[in-house]
Antibody
Framework: EVQLVESGGGLVQPGGSLRLSCAASGFTFSSYWMSWVRQAPGKGLEWVASIKQDGVEKYYVDSVKGRFTISRDNAKNSLYLQMNRLRAEDTAVYYC??????????????WGQGTLVTVSS | SYELTQPPSVSVSPGQTARITCSGD??????AYWYQQKSGQAPVLVIYEDSKRPSGIPERFSGSSSGTMATLTISGAQVEDEADYYCYSTDSSGNVVFGGGTKLTVL
């Protein structure tokens, strides 16, 4: 059974930093792209970042470029999101999601339960 | 930027058929996917590649796509199907996009 378990969320002041983690199990972690998707309170889903299997190729939504860094440790079956210079608008539940691919592109097939990040003074 | 457009809300009585639409210019060439999100829970994939149903998803959930519109159909909707539903796809450049979500009320 695929399991994704996020941790590391919490309350942080504007301008602060936070590191999210996602522990994966039930599948060969090193064989899949992985992503972070967030959801602001009462709002819809927003893709944040994705990382390829080898950890070299990475993509970000424009609003977090230069502030957030996605990384992974395949030996530990873990995904990370380092968030710096946090803003109030980064307040959201952050989901770890597995990214699958077919001939027409990627899609998210499994999601974790999410971890809440609140940016407030 | 590319957008997927969904109605904000759909309401049906138990046992009726609920249809949620998603429109996007790239849908003729890209698959549509549907996620169900119940209150306080993570999204769950209910339809992939326009019309396929993952294991464990009830048969009353089905999907279709024609031209620039994809449709999620819940035949004989049940109270437990009340949730937010999001369509998802990619644009011609491969950028991932979610629709704004549709709140399904079953009562």
């Amino acid at each position: 059974e695929v399991q994704l378990v996020e941790s590391g969320g919490g309350l942080v002041q504007p301008g602060g930093s936070l590191r999210l983690s996602c522990a994966a199990s039930g599948f060969t972690f090193s064989s899949y792209w992985m992503s972070w998707v967030r959801q602001a309170p009462g709002k819809g889903l927003e893709w944040v970042a994705s990382i390829k299997q080898d950890g070299v190729e990475k993509y970000y939504v424009d609003s977090v470029k230069g502030r957030f860094t996605i990384s992974r440790d395949n030996a530990k079956n873990s995904l990370y999101l380092q968030m710096n210079r946090l803003r109030a608008e980064d307040t959201a539940v952050y989901y770890c999601a597995r990214l699958n691919w077919n001939e027409r592109g990627p899609y998210f097939d499994y999601w974790g339960q999410g971890t809440l990040v609140t940016v407030s003074s | 930027s590319y957008e997927l457009t969904q109605p904000p809300s759909v309401s049906v009585s138990p046992g009726q058929t609920a249809r949620i639409t998603c429109s996007g210019d790239a849908l003729p060439k890209k698959y549509a996917y549907w996620y169900q999100q119940k209150s306080g829970q993570a999204p769950v994939l209910v339809i992939y590649e326009d019309s396929k149903r993952p294991s464990g998803i009830p048969e009353r959930f089905s999907g279709s796509s024609s031209g620039t519109m994809a449709t999620l159909t819940i035949s004989g909707a049940q109270v437990e199907d009340e949730a937010d539903y999001y369509c998802y796809s990619t644009d011609s450049s491969g950028n991932v996009v979610f629709g704004g979500g549709t709140k399904l009320t079953v009562l």
